[in-house]
């Protein structure tokens, strides 16, 4: 049943809504599932929560009958499940999966499960041991390029607002919540509009993922960094190098690194592997109290309403084809030092699940074009990135603290003030000019989108809001070229590029879908290994 519909604060369950919307009693019905929920506020104050039910009833035939006009109600049709097909190819060795973000997580659970037991190498540490380096550069500046917010076990999603939001609809979604569900996720995921499990929990799913994927007879390899690919005189994979030393010999690697993998890119360019450059966008990381957000969306605070925070989706369309719009919201959230290269500032935003920090941010980002890029090299997107990444560290005093503006500074606007500013990005911030660490073209348009952001919501743009800076990484500036039905790399045979490093995802969802729908393809060309 879709479009059940219940005024917040919600006073009934969801039986009761059953009830009434297939006008029967409450004992007539057996179960009830919820499969999806979402909150309408296009006419606030009048809120509503917006149900679609799964129900098992006695005397369905009857039901049905009863509600045949009503087109909310139908019966239903059994989703097939994804059953791999096996190959006849044998494979030489056990393949290789590299990375531990969700692309890598979600291959390696599906080639484990089903007997081909990978080795899974993650340059970065175990996800307790990186938890503290992470914590230890937030709170001193002492950086680890090893172990940060971009490397180690679950990915750069680790800390983050752990988003499980994905524009497709795919038969495997449901299977891989229930994963993630599994592996303590909340069991809300399976049917919020907007789902997502929040940092402080997904450190703990991540890591119970691995240990299923060693329970299956998969290994998983920390400080364990691809340094190099050896191909054979055809062009085919044929052993992988670790930490400059240690050779792996296989025919088969799922390349899951991620998109801020820059010295991964860098090798497979020298080993011919077909990249191309590929659109990102840049700009900077902006902070409101959570309570204008709520008010802005829903007339109240979220609690006074039993929400969770509000959040919101901004985007402005200027001249040129330039578009800055929010990017990676995070409800009751935290700014967060971001760096994976030493001598560079990059920011983020991460929740815990609660979302209670008080604090609303987001990426402000203008969209950054191929040509903008410059040059031939289809690694011109990353040197662009470390071009304003470098200027931000200076900016912030070459101490990892960040360069950080109010919109009231940055827009020129006479008599700004900066009292009563929210700023959480921690080491700190360095208050400086913010077109000093960004491209024209992105604070050109950020300007001019501010004022109109702040006609959408009321006080967005206030004077003593503040902006820091720099968020570049958006998404990888590089895609590498796969078949569009087999997934392996063109020109490169064995290689299965997949993620976001890879420029096929856009989130952990699809990062983790991908992973998976690669390894069912390579399922039907290899044959499982023999347990030896």
Known sequence: MTNIRAAVPLRADVTDLAAAKLHCKRTEIEEVTVVRRSVDAR???????????????????????????????????????????????????????????????????????HGYRPIVLERGYDVDRRTEDVRKFWETGIFNAKSNVQFGEGGAGTFSDGKLTTRVNHPLLR????????????????????????????????????????RLGGTVRFDSRLTDIILDEGGAVREVVVNDGGRLATNLVILGVGHSARDTYYILHARHVFLEKKPFAVGVRIEHKQELIDKAQYGCNAAELGLDAAEYNLVYHGPGNRTCYSFCMCPGGTVVAAASEEGRVVTNGMSRYKRDSGTANSALVVNVT?????????????????????????????????????????????????????????PGVVRTDLRRVLPEFVTETLAAALPYFGRKIRGFDDNNIIMTGVETRTSAPVRIRRDETTREAVRTKGLYPVGEGAGYAGGIMSAFLDGTETAIEIMKKYRPLEVR
Do not use: W
């Open 370 to 426: 191929v040509d903008d890029m410059g040059g031939n090299s289809p690694l011109g997107g990353i040197e662009f990135q470390r071009r304003y990444e470098e200027a931000a560290y200076r900016a912030g005093g070459c101490s990892y603290k960040a360069p950080a503006q109010t919109v009231g500074d940055f827009l020129g606007r006479t008599g700004a003030g900066r009292a009563d500013s929210v700023q959480t990005y921690r």
């Open 175 to 214: 299977p891989i919540l229930e994963e993630l569900v599994e592996a303590g996720a909340p069991t809300d995921i399976l049917y919020m509009y907007n789902p997502h499990i929040g940092t402080d929990i997904l450190r703990t799913v991540v890591k119970r993922l691995r240990f299923k994927i060693e």
């Open 43 to 113: 006419r606030k104050p009048n809120i509503f929560l917006v149900f679609t039910l799964q129900v098992t009833v006695k005397r369905e035939k009857q039901i049905l009958s009863r509600c045949r006009q009503d087109k909310d109600i139908q019966p239903v049709t059994p989703v097939k499940a994804v059953t791999p097909v096996y190959g006849t190819v044998p494979l030489t060795a056990r393949p290789v999966v590299v990375g531990t973000g969700p692309a890598g997580l979600g291959a390696a659970l599906a080639l484990a499960g």
